[in-house]
């Protein structure tokens, strides 16, 4: 079974320039969750996806982050403009159903830096 | 809103030593109880998780965690480190939100294995 896909795995911008990250998750796997994750901390969910319908977006910064999941399968996470405080790692994960005690599956993560 | 709480964000034991990683939560309902390791630049990996079945849970690689209710615990252990086992560790506690949930997750805890 493929696992959760993303890319790029790295990118650098500088500040004020817009970037997108891209996840395919497991096949089958109706939510889909982006995580911003800071060195030195644990993620944070910036918006959960079910099927193609937003769940939970309360700690993405609207005036700048977006994310869409057309179809319910696929997803992108734009950043637009940049700050130099979004340096961090983007994580994608994807569970079968969204359940409490479901098990969340990570993609290997967009390494970003803001200069 | 629950919390998770992680005692040391850095852990050192030398190869053949027991590992101990301290996860506490607070929560007024029984919780659903994660631990997810997280290897140099990959994302993040199921170890076990606890779901309200035996409170001794095994996991992956050697690991085990031990469900103490009334410490509001979920600590994580091994017997004898490989160096391997080097990583960073998070406990993670799923969070009702509505018709959702979420997974809210601690800082982390690095471990170090030395030879």
């Known amino acids: 079974e493929a696992g959760v896909a993303q890319s790029p795995r790295y990118k650098i911008i500088e500040k004020r320039q817009s970037v997108a990250f891209w996840c395919n998750p497991i096949s089958g796997h109706a939510t889909l969750y982006w995580y911003q994750q800071i060195l030195g901390q644990g993620p944070k969910l910036l918006i959960q996806?079910?099927?193609?319908?937003?769940?939970?977006d309360s700690q993405l910064p609207k005036d700048r982050f977006s994310a869409e999941r057309l179809k319910g399968v696929d997803s992108t996470l734009k950043i637009q403009p940049a700050k130099l405080e979004d340096s961090a790692v983007y994580l994608c994960a994807s569970s079968q159903q969204g359940r409490g005690q479901e098990t969340q599956y990570f993609g290997p993560g967009t390494r970003l830096l803001v200069l | 809103a629950q919390s998770v709480t992680q005692l040391g964000s850095h852990v050192s034991v030398s190869e053949g030593a027991l590992v101990l990683l301290r996860c506490n939560y607070s929560?007024?309902?029984?919780?659903?109880l994660f631990w997810y390791v997280q290897y140099p630049n990959q994302g993040l990996q199921l170890l076990l998780k606890?779901?309200?079945?035996a409170t001794l849970v095994k996991g992956i690689n050697g690991f085990e965690a031990e469900f103490k209710k009334s410490e509001t615990s979920f600590h994580l252990t091994k017997p004898s480190a490989h160096m391997s086992d080097a990583a960073e560790y998070f406990c993670?506690?799923?969070?009702?939100?509505?018709?959702?949930?979420?997974?809210?997750w601690g800082l982390g805890t690095s471990l170090a294995v030395n030879p």
């Open positions: 606890y779901t309200s079945a």
């Open positions: 993670a506690v799923s969070e009702e939100a509505g018709n959702n949930r979420k997974l809210i």
């Open positions: 929560s007024s309902v029984p919780p659903y």
């Open positions: 996806f079910q099927n193609n319908g937003v769940v939970d």
